[in-house]
């Protein structure tokens, strides 16, 4: 059974940053392609930015470009989610999401396969 568990979220002014970290275990981690989703209430999960096994592709959404980094250790079956400048429009639940092999699409979540808990992330003004 994969499990996928998301930490760092919390509390942070506007401007500021934070790093999510989600750690994967009971399956080769390297065979996943990773992602982070958020949602707020009221609206659908929404794709925040992916990552292909070996870390040399990276995808984001408009919103964060520039402004948060995806990236993986795979020695340490992590995915991390550096974000700066945040802003409140930030807000939400963040997910983190594997994909198993050979699949194609990255943007919606029916393209994945395991989710973690989520962790909050507030941001404010």
């Known amino acids: 059974q994969v499990q996928l568990a998301e930490s760092g979220g919390g509390l942070v002014q506007a401007g500021g940053s934070l790093r999510l970290s989600c750690v994967v275990s009971?399956?080769?981690?390297?065979?996943?392609?990773m992602a982070w989703f958020r949602q707020t209430p009221g609206k659908e999960r929404e794709f925040v930015a992916a990552?292909?096994?070996?870390?040399?592709?990276?995808f984001y959404t408009d919103s964060v470009k520039g402004r948060f980094t995806i990236s993986r250790d795979n020695a340490k079956n992590t995915v991390y989610l550096q974000m700066n400048r945040l802003k409140p429009a930030d807000t939400a639940v963040y997910y983190c999401?594997?994909?198993?092999?050979?699949?194609?699409?990255?943007?919606?979540?029916?393209?994945?396969?395991?989710w973690g808990q989520g962790t909050q992330v507030t941001v404010s003004s």
């Open positions: 009971g399956r080769t981690f390297r065979s996943l392609a």
């Open positions: 990552i292909v096994w070996d870390g040399r592709d990276t």
């Open positions: 999401a594997g994909q198993a092999p050979h699949k194609l699409g990255f943007r919606e979540t029916s393209d994945y396969d395991y």
